[in-house]
Nanobody, 122 residues
Framework: QVQLVESGGGLVQAGGSLRLSCAPAGSILVINAMGWYRQAPGKEREFVAAISSAGTSDYEDSVKGRFNISRDIAKNTVYLQMNSLKAEDTAVYYC????????????????WGQGTQVTVSS
């Protein structure tokens, strides 16, 4: 397992933007796919976005066109740029590594960050 550290959450008005960042603690180099998941109160954790080591990205349908995942290999950091935020995007967002073949299978994720709260006010 890899210890992941997220930052960048907060409170934003609907239509606004936030950028989340995630990096492994220490000097561990993560070379495989990394991604973001979220969990709203009373709901199951769900896949949001992932990016492979080759830079190929994948998104959950509801965030396509609004969210962008990127990766800085030199900084060993993955980002989630969230634009046009909606109230339904409110959740705790988790960075993840050691992803399963099917990204939606969150229960198979190997490494999680501690989570960062994103709250979108309408």
């Amino acid at each position: 397992q890899v210890q992941l550290v997220e930052s960048g959450g907060g409170l934003v008005q609907a239509g606004g933007s936030l950028r989340l960042s995630c990096a492994p603690a220490g000097s561990i180099l993560v070379i495989n796919a990394m991604g973001w998941y979220r969990q709203a109160p009373g709901k199951e954790r769900e896949f949001v976005a992932a990016i492979s080591s080759a830079g190929t990205s994948d998104y959950e349908d509801s965030v396509k066109g609004r969210f962008n995942i990127s990766r800085d290999i030199a900084k060993n950091t993955v980002y989630l740029q969230m634009n046009s935020l909606k109230a339904e995007d409110t959740a705790v967002y988790y960075c993840a590594a050691d992803l399963p073949y099917y990204y939606s299978h969150y229960w198979e994720v190997g490494s999680w960050g501690q989570g960062t709260q994103v709250t979108v006010s309408s």
